[in-house]
């Protein structure tokens, strides 16, 4: 299996900056997506904010309301995923989660998530 742990959210004032941090460890050869998705109130759905495909051949693409402000990254190396997010706004404030896609051991493609962490835009 794969296990994924996050970090770098924080409380940071309107127009600044964090950078998100995703681990991956475990299966991590069987990872093939990795994305960032955000919670807005625990009564909202899981909003998809960006992600990196092998089918897009490992372009990024980003939810409209973040195009030019976050800009998704992946360190193979590091079995890592970060997400930099720059000229934060109050509507980014939201529990972020990190998302993969895998192949489990049966051979099936299933999802993994971490457990999220809070970010904050509030002067």
């Known amino acids: 299996q794969v296990q994924l742990v996050e970090s770098g959210g924080g409380l940071v004032q309107p127009g600044g900056s964090l950078r998100l941090t995703c681990i991956a460890s475990?299966?991590?050869?069987?990872?093939?997506?990795w994305g960032w998705y955000r919670q807005q109130g625990p009564g909202n759905q899981r909003q998809w904010v960006a992600?990196?495909?092998?089918?897009?051949?490992?372009?990024?693409d980003y939810l409209d309301s973040v195009k030019g402000r976050f800009t998704i990254s992946r360190d193979s190396a590091k079995n890592t995923v970060y997400l930099q997010m720059d000229n934060l706004k109050p509507e980014d404030s939201a529990v972020y989660y990190c998302n993969v896609d895998m192949t489990d051991d049966s051979g099936h493609s299933t999802t993994r998530w971490g457990q999220g962490t809070q970010v904050t835009v509030s002067s």
């Open positions: 475990g299966r991590t050869l069987s990872i093939y997506n």
């Open positions: 992600d990196i495909r092998r089918g897009r051949g490992g372009v990024p």
